[in-house]
Every structure is written in C-alpha cells, then in structure tokens.
C-alpha cells in the first residue's frame, strides 16, 4: 500500500519555466551573451542542480543544442564550450538575484492542487524534492500550494542532489517510512534515475521539461498525461 508520494517541483507540480526563461535570458544579457532563447530551449538546461543549470544556459548561448545540451556536465565536459567556472559563479549571482523577483507566470498545473487535496484526504502523505536550492522551493510551494505538504526539502550543502538518494532517503525518514511505502513523480531523466537509486517506482510526467520520447529512452516505464492519473496509480498499488 502506498503511503507517501514524493514530487519533483519544476515542471512537475509547478510551471516555472516561463519565469526561468525570463530570468535565464536576462542573465546571459548581463553577462554579454546572445540571450533570445525560448521556453523549449531553456527548459533542456534546468533540473541538475543551478551550478549545472548556469553552466548549461551558458554553453546554450555559445551553441550547444539538443542532446548535448542535457548531457553537458555530465558525459559532455562544460570546457568544450568554452564555459568557465569564473563564468558559472558570475552568472549564478545574476540569475539567483534576478530569478526571485520573476515569478510572475509561475503556477501549479492545472489538476495539480486538486490531486495533492485528494491524496490528503486518502490519508496519504505527500513531499517535494526538488534539485531547486531550499530557499526557493520552500517560497514557491508557501505561495502557490500552501498547506498540502508534509515535507520540503530542496538542494543544500550538507545532502548530495538528485539522482543520488539522500534526499528521497531525508524524506523517508522524516515521515517514518521505506522505500516500500512511496512512490516517486518526476518529469526529467534525474528523476528516473532518482527513483531508481532510491528503489522507488517512478511515474513520469508528460507536461514538464522533457518529452516522453526521450524519457522512454532514458529507461521511463510508467507515464501520466494528466495529474489525477497519478491519484489512480495509488488506488491500484
């Protein structure tokens, strides 16, 4: 039976991505880079962690694309285009200062608030672990989904970030279950691998940062189209 669900936030329980792009844009601007990229662009970059996600922007601006784009910083080496960890840090601070004024456009999904009242209301506990720094995501899930979560936890010094378990294993812990007892929603290859390092089904989402074709790819098995799918997965498990 399952006890708990575990979110992923961006591009999973709330759509940032307009506010990302803005602030993203912005920062390349500040730093001199070309910086008219789009949502679809953007979003290729987001969800490894923000030294990652700069790194990213930054190679976007100098050309990297597609694949490469998401696999930078891990099988791609950032040096290949030409981004400096001086560049990263620097275009951090600008990002981290600009992005908190920006969230203008973001919002939950639509079904989102609904499916977290029900999953409540079925006694089950509901958490967020985001790749996100804790700061933010603790702010964002306070402004837009106020009360329907038992645990926040987002990127900080003292845990490793997804893909490694500590977070997931922080929740687990926090809410006196096992792996056993919760299931894991995402909407990137991050969270597969999360899940997976976690020993947690996964259900990926299709309304996020990646498409379902590439999360197939990457070893996806479970899919949702719509939020209340997720509701549905529970009452079968």
Sequence with gaps: MIKAVIF??????????????TASNNALEAMGL???FTRDEVK???GSGIHDDIAKIIALARGCQGQDLIDLCETIPASRYAVTEEEIQKCRAIFSDLYPRNHRKTSPYEGIPELLKKLREKGIKTAVASNKDEAPVK???EMYLKGLFDVVKGNKPDIH???APDMINAILSDLSLTPEDAIYVGDTEVD???ARNSH??????????RPETFLRARGGKHFVNHPLEILDFVEKE
């Design 8 to 21: 992923d936030m961006d591009g999973t329980i709330l759509d940032t991505i307009t506010d990302i792009t």
């Design 34 to 36: 070309p910086h008219h």
């Design 200 to 209: 947690l089904p996964c259900l990926s989402v299709t309304w996020g940062f």
């Design 192 to 194: 597969i691998e999360t």
């Design 44 to 46: 290729l970059c987001f």
């Design 139 to 141: 702010k964002l899930t």
């Design 161 to 163: 970030r997804k893909p």
